[in-house]
């Protein structure tokens, strides 16, 4: 009985010696890729099994979001070309007053041969003026994400490996496409990520989406990142709708700031105007689905740029016409919009 005991002892003691000597696994962090292209480094451009999985999914298939304008649709909407613009009391009338525009978008009464009625008895010349043409962009529907995604943030060619350096005529990459990230290298603090087999993209040229939520609230909420100028909408943890943004401009003046806030006034059609005086003056006539979370800030439509995942604007979220109108239905008051950077989570 002594031996037998002894024995197990000494297998008990043995097996323990060997699991504290084993290197654990490395756990893949979904973030970076997909786990079928865990083995690409920057040495190791390529692997069998990560070039078989890239032909499996070549390209993200999401339904976008419908490019519906909602209220917003057949509105007509101008733009001043001029800081001074003559008004008359009717088309080829007498001259009523000379005005001061600034950044100006109006709705107009009516466009009738080359003239906008912008009131009663007030015309301007469309001469001196532009309709508005909203974006076509809209945003995706997400049945489930294990993978990061991206938006090409401009048309560029793909590289052939991470370094940057070598084949730069690799694979055409246009403005808005989609494209997997499989993998992802970083080489002198920048991040390459691999969208294709042998095409290398770096940071600065997508806006990526993360399967991992930054940050987890009950019910539907939304989180804006200012880094990658996106915003994901969530069902509790659950990604199900993405879009490309345009947060405020980095200047200290206009910026959106980062935290937890929650959609208090919504409006389906808002004016928005600031800086009276100023050379940054402006005046925005019918600004769709308005959501507002932190004072004047808010998500809204965007019909005067297209600019999505660039920040543009004054410190709000500009969306596309399409994707204000589909968060509109989305949140409630007092849903929660989460905003941060994600380099600083």
């Not at 401009?154 to 940057?164: E, M, Q």
């Not at 040229?205 to 996106?230: C, H, K």
């Not at 980095?250 to 937890?260: E, F, R, V, Y």
Request: charged share 15%; hydrophobic share 40%.
């Amino acid at each position: 009985m002594r031996r037998l005991l002894l024995s197990v002892l000494i297998v008990y003691l043995s097996g323990t010696a060997g699991a504290e000597n084993q290197v654990p696994a490395p756990v893949f962090d979904p973030n970076q890729g997909h786990p079928a292209c865990a083995g690409v480094t920057r040495e190791i451009p390529s692997t069998p099994e990560c070039e078989a999985f890239m032909a499996a999914r070549p390209a993200p298939g999401f339904e976008r979001v419908p490019l519906d304008y909602g209220l917003a649709a057949g509105v007509r909407l101008i733009r001043y070309q001029k800081n001074q613009v003559t008004v008359y009391d009717a088309p080829n009338g007498n001259r009523l007053e000379t005005m001061t525009t600034g950044y100006q978008y109006a709705a107009p009464l009516s466009i009738i041969e080359g003239w906008a009625q912008i009131g009663e008895g007030r015309w301007v010349s469309m001469e001196d003026a532009q309709i508005a043409n909203p974006s076509t962009f809209s945003g995706v529907i997400l049945p489930g994400l294990d993978m990061p995604f991206a938006w090409v943030l401009w048309g560029h060619d793909a590289v052939k490996s991470p370094n940057g350096l070598s084949e730069r005529e690799n694979g055409r990459y246009e403005r808005y496409q989609l494209v997997w990230i499989f993998a992802t290298v970083s080489v002198g603090g920048l991040n390459w990520h691999l969208v294709g087999p042998g095409h290398w993209i770096n940071q600065k040229n997508l806006s990526i989406v993360y399967p991992n939520a930054p940050a987890f609230f009950e019910g539907n909420w939304v989180g804006v990142d200012l880094y990658e100028q996106n915003l994901v909408a969530y069902h509790g943890g659950a990604p199900v709708m993405a879009t490309l943004v345009s947060s405020g401009v980095k200047n200290g003046l206009w910026n959106t700031k980062a935290g937890t806030f929650h959609v208090g006034v919504r409006l389906e059609v808002s004016q928005m105007s600031g800086s009276e005086g100023k050379p940054d003056e402006y005046s925005l006539d019918y600004v769709p689905y308005a959501q507002y979370f932190d004072g004047l800030r808010s998500l809204h439509g965007t019909y005067w740029h297209d600019s999505f995942g660039f920040p543009h604007s004054h410190g709000c979220v500009n969306l596309s016409i399409a994707d204000s109108k589909w968060l509109y239905s989305f949140l409630a008051e007092g849903s929660v919009v989460h905003v941060y950077d994600r380099r600083e989570e």
